[in-house]
């Protein structure tokens, strides 16, 4: 995806009345409950704005909404892109790209994901630290977009600890036990086999998932903070291995984002 193709993107959404939000959000499977916080502004279907793709899952909601939330203007994708659907990589990563052109400061992102570490419960949450990335490809190869960020970004600490510092706080504030670990990025979209799981483990992963990665490499190519937290939906023991249904998994976000919804809430206040 081209420059041209995200400043047309950009000056759409401009001219629509999209105007320097403070914080970026990207919703994951079942975690729609945050964009119901917002005070909406603007609501655009993907479908209508300028090279955006189209969420193809059938529980991603496909939204741009705009508004405030917390006293910050903020903009939220309800629904994102996965490799999985048939896009591109750097159609995955086009929302937080546009995000960045039209000023936004932070990037907020969740997602729903199997625990590998079985000290992690079903239904807990997990706050990103680090990653693995083993998607088959990056939003960053070919040409580089001099625009937006160098040829060969640095990736140490791809989860800002000023967002994740705030994060630590404002659950041990609420006494909500967060987990912090090891997030695997997989292409997907079938689960896991038994020695999958293991190989996971013995990788250093703390839980696995088909999303994340490439927009986290993408705000890093950018200099844009973002931080994560994943609603862990199932348990994978690889020894005592349930079969999953996606039906599950979704019920279970749907029952922790309420606390995560708190947090994020809390979370925008305070930068």
Not at 48 to 75: A, D, N, R
Not at 86 to 98: D, F, H, L
Request: net charge negative; aromatic share 8%; with cysteine.
């Amino acid at each position: 995806m081209s420059m041209e193709e995200l400043e047309e993107s950009v000056e759409w959404l401009k001219s629509k009345g999209i105007n320097a939000p403070e914080v970026g959000i990207i919703l994951g499977t079942g975690l729609d409950g945050l964009a119901k916080q917002i005070k909406v502004e603007k609501e655009f279907n993907y479908s209508v704005i300028p090279h955006f793709p189209i969420s193809t899952v059938e529980f991603h909601f496909g939204k741009l909404i705009y508004g405030e939330l917390g006293g910050k203007k903020v903009l939220a994708c309800q629904g994102r892109f996965h490799y999985y659907e048939g896009y591109t990589m750097q159609q995955v990563v086009m929302p937080v790209r546009v995000m960045k052109m039209l000023g936004t400061k932070y990037v907020l992102l969740s997602n729903a994901a199997g625990a590998i570490n079985l000290s992690y419960k079903k239904g807990e949450l997990m706050l990103l630290d680090d990653h693995i990335n083993l998607q088959p490809d990056n939003p960053l190869i070919g040409q580089n977009l001099d625009d937006l960020g160098p040829r060969f970004p640095d990736m140490s600490q791809p989860y800002s600890p000023f967002l994740n510092g705030h994060i630590e706080r404002i659950a041990a504030e609420k006494g909500v036990k967060i987990n912090k670990g090891v997030y695997a990025s997989v292409p997907g979209p079938n689960l896991e086999t038994r020695a999958e799981y293991r190989m996971l483990g013995i990788m250093g992963a703390d839980a696995v998932g088909m999303s994340t990665v490439p927009e986290v490499i993408a705000c890093n190519h950018m200099s844009l903070p973002c931080c994560c937290v994943s609603v862990l939906t199932d348990e994978c023991d690889p020894d005592n291995l349930k079969p999953a249904s996606i039906q599950d998994i979704i019920a279970t976000a749907k029952k922790a984002e309420v606390t995560l919804t708190e947090i994020y809430v809390e979370l925008i206040k305070a930068i």
